[in-house]
Nanobody, 122 residues
Framework: QLQLVVSGGGLAQPGGSLRLSCAASGRTISRHAMGWFRQAPGKEREFVAGITWAGGRTHYADSVKGRFTISRDNANNMVYLQMKNLKPEDTAVYHC???????????????WGQGTQVTVSS
């Protein structure tokens, strides 16, 4: 059974950076498009970024475009989210999940796992 464990969250100042990691275990994700999602307190979970299985195409939410970069390392079953120029509105619990192959923003796995808290505050 696939397990996705997210790490790398924490407290950052506005304008700061964080790098999130998503480690997959149980089976390979090398042939699956993957993505990042986030959920802020009192809000619905929203799409952040997606990447095709080979990494050749990415898709970002408008709110993070130009600041966040999704990448993957299929050899090590990892997916990453580099976040720069963080803003207070980026504060949320971040999750990784599989995504659809076409638009790259629809989650495909039922189990969201624990996620990692990102807090942006001065």
């Amino acid at each position: 059974q696939l397990q996705l464990v997210v790490s790398g969250g924490g407290l950052a100042q506005p304008g700061g950076s964080l790098r999130l990691s998503c480690a997959a275990s149980g089976r390979t994700i090398s042939r699956h498009a993957m993505g990042w999602f986030r959920q802020a307190p009192g809000k619905e979970r929203e799409f952040v970024a997606g990447i095709t299985w080979a990494g050749g195409r990415t898709h970002y939410a408008d709110s993070v475009k130009g600041r966040f970069t999704i990448s993957r390392d299929n050899a090590n079953n990892m997916v990453y989210l580099q976040m720069k120029n963080l803003k207070p509105e980026d504060t949320a619990v971040y999750h990784c999940n599989g995504v659809d192959q076409i638009i790259l923003n629809q989650p495909t796995y039922d189990d969201w796992g624990q996620g990692t808290q990102v807090t942006v505050s001065s």
